[in-house]
C-alpha cells in the first residue's frame, strides 16, 4: 500500500549546526506535506506545510523542500538548538483530508 | 484558550476490561481523529468523524469504538477485543477546508 518513511531514524547534531531530516513518499497523488514536532511525552505540534505545487517553504528557522520528481521531502533546521530536540513525522494528505498517512518518525538528537 | 483535551493522561487496566479515553475540543472543530502510537513508529488512524453522529473506520479500527453525540466530544473505548492494548493514544481535530491536525497531549494506556 501507500506509505510514507523516512531515511534516518536518529539524527545526532551540535548546538548551532544545521539539521537536515529526510522523508521519502510513494502515493503520487498526495498533494499537501506537512511536518510535525512531537517532544517527549506530548501530541505533535505543526511546523510546516507544503502543497504539492510548490518545491520550496520557508518559515522561521525551518524550511520544506519538496521534490516531486523522487517523492522526496526534507525538513531544514537552521541553527539547531536544544530546545529542537524531539521526534519529527511527515505526514502527507491526499486532498480532501479524508485520511492522513504519517512517517514512522527521526528522532533529533542536538548536542550541546 | 482553545485546545483539545485528553483525559486521563495515565491509566491501568486489567486485561478483560473496557476503557473509555476521552477527548474534547473547544476549537469549533467539525471534523475529530483519533490515533495510536507505539514505540518507535508512527501514528496509526484508529476512528475519525466529520460531522456529529457520524464516524468511519480508519486503519485499525478492530477492537475498539467511538461515538460522537456532540461536535466538542468524540470519546474512544478501547475494548477487550483489542488483543494489544497498551499504547499512546493521541485525539486530533480539524477545522473544514485546513489540512493541519490539532493534536492532544495524549493518554497513555498501559494494561497490566
Known amino acids: 500500500g501507500e506509505s510514507v518513511g523516512l531515511h534516518l531514524p536518529t539524527l545526532s547534531v551540535q548546538e548551532g549546526d544545521n539539521s537536515i531530516i529526510n522523508c521519502a513518499y510513494s502515493?503520487?497523488?498526495?498533494?499537501?506535506f506537512i511536518w510535525y514536532k512531537q517532544e517527549s511525552g506530548k501530541g505533535p505540534q505543526f511546523i510546516i506545510d507544503i502543497r504539492s505545487n510548490m518545491d520550496k517553504r520557508q518559515g522561521q528557522r525551518v524550511t520544506v523542500l519538496l521534490n516531486k520528481t523522487v517523492k522526496h521531502l526534507s525538513l531544514q533546521i537552521a541553527a539547531t538548538q536544544p530546545g529542537d530536540s524531539a521526534v519529527y513525522f511527515c505526514?502527507?494528505?491526499?486532498?480532501?483530508?479524508?485520511?492522513?498517512?504519517f512517517g514512522t518518525g527521526t528522532k533529533l538528537q542536538v548536542i550541546p | 484558550d482553545g485546545g483539545i483535551t485528553q483525559s486521563p493522561k495515565y491509566l491501568f487496566r486489567k486485561e478483560g476490561q473496557n476503557v473509555t479515553l476521552s477527548c474534547e475540543q473547544n476549537l469549533n472543530h467539525d471534523a475529530m481523529y483519533w490515533y495510536r502510537q507505539d514505540p518507535g513508529q508512527g501514528l496509526r488512524l484508529i476512528y475519525y468523524s466529520q460531522i456529529v453522529n457520524d464516524f468511519q473506520k480508519g486503519d485499525i479500527a478492530e477492537g475498539y469504538s467511538v461515538s460522537r453525540e456532540k461536535k466538542e466530544s468524540f470519546p474512544l473505548t478501547v475494548t477487550s477485543a483489542q488483543k494489544n492494548p497498551t499504547a499512546f493514544y493521541l485525539c486530533?481535530?480539524?477545522?473544514?477546508?485546513?489540512?493541519?491536525?490539532?493534536f492532544g497531549a495524549g493518554s497513555r494506556l498501559t494494561v497490566l
Open positions: 505526514a502527507e494528505a491526499d486532498g480532501g483530508y479524508q485520511k492522513v498517512t
Open positions: 486530533a481535530s480539524l477545522q473544514s477546508g485546513a489540512n493541519v491536525l490539532t
Open positions: 502515493n503520487s497523488a498526495s498533494d499537501y
